[in-house]
């Protein structure tokens, strides 16, 4: 029998990585542990927010959740706004909203849901069906997906007077974000994504509790505390190139157990970075948004969609 490394009970977790195994009320303050971690290390949550949470109804949003709550309540006097954005999946979001929902109802919270239809006046589907028609330039699915569920949630957290926006990002996830960045050549995006930014900035504040959480821990966390989740993949996750990646990074750490938290660490050395001058936010020249560029990505996306001609008003308005 594999013993607790803290109280010599029956395991239930093993972690390679870090030569440890845990039962499972360890395995809870285990994590528990790393979610205080990078609230402190990056003053996360703090008596008097208001915090949108991105829910997507998988295993990492439902970690997550449970994880700002954990906090919120640590800190006291913190509102609490679970957000889901609707891309228009056919065949895979509905099952992800009932479990969101579910989640959310467990919580304690409601859920608002916003949809890609409501702001962009397409769904998900069919701007992949226009791209795949040749009438418009072609970007991968995740491309149009990441730009404008960040635009939307963005849009969400302002509208209701949040001052941060938690996002479900877990160590692989930010591992795996360092190096496509640096696999593609665009080093620059790894100094944009500061994970301490209190500064005064046109966006609202992002907060990542899960940072020192690797993913399967957070899936076992969910699993062990029966919260809700859904577990589909989703459709167009074949076109993206951070499937490689993961892929790659998985077999490294099949191999080398803790590969993934050194990558973290390297990108996490370099955080302090000074952020490129010519990363400065100006205002969207379409839409007024907040953005890196004269026209923000979203409208790049959505003028090329509609014939390189700007987004009629009345969609601007939603």
Not at 139 to 152: D, H, N
Request: hydrophobic fraction near 40%.
């Amino acid at each position: 029998m594999v013993k607790c490394f803290n109280c010599a009970g029956k395991a239930v977790v093993e972690l390679s990585y870090a030569g440890a195994a845990f039962c499972q009320p360890c395995f809870f303050r285990h994590f528990e542990r790393l979610v205080r971690k990078a609230n402190r290390e990056f003053r996360l949550v703090r008596r008097g927010d208001r915090i949108a949470v991105a829910v997507s109804g998988g295993k990492d949003s439902a970690a997550l959740l449970w994880s700002v709550k954990y906090l919120a309540e640590l800190a006291g006097d913190v509102r609490v706004f679970p957000v889901l954005v609707d891309e228009g999946i056919a065949g895979y979001r509905l099952h992800a909203i009932v479990k969101a929902r579910q989640l959310c109802k467990k919580l304690g919270f409601g859920l608002k849901v916003v949809s890609f239809k409501q702001l962009f006046g397409r769904q998900l589907d069919a701007i992949i069906r226009k791209r795949d028609s040749g009438k418009s330039k072609g970007e991968g699915a995740c491309a149009y997906c990441g730009v404008l569920r960040r635009k939307a949630l963005e849009k969400t957290a302002k509208q209701l007077r949040c001052n941060k926006l938690a996002l479900g990002h877990n160590a692989d996830d930010l591992a795996q974000t360092f190096l496509m960045n640096l696999l593609k050549g665009e080093a620059g995006r790894n100094a944009r994504l500061r994970l301490n930014d209190e500064g005064d900035s046109p966006f609202v504040r992002r907060i990542r509790p899960l940072t020192f959480v690797p993913e399967r821990e957070c899936a076992l966390f969910a699993l062990m505390n029966g919260l809700p989740f859904h577990l589909g993949e989703c459709p167009y996750s074949t076109e993206a190139f951070r499937g490689t990646v993961k892929d790659f990074l998985n077999e490294a750490e099949c191999r080398h157990p803790g590969t993934k938290l050194k990558l973290l660490n390297s990108f996490l050395e370099l955080r302090n970075a000074v952020v490129p001058k010519d990363a400065s936010a100006v205002k969207c020249r379409e839409c007024g948004a907040p953005s890196f560029n004269e026209t923000c990505r979203a409208c790049q996306l959505t003028r090329a969609l509609n014939g390189g001609k700007p987004r009629s008003r009345s969609v601007k308005r939603r």
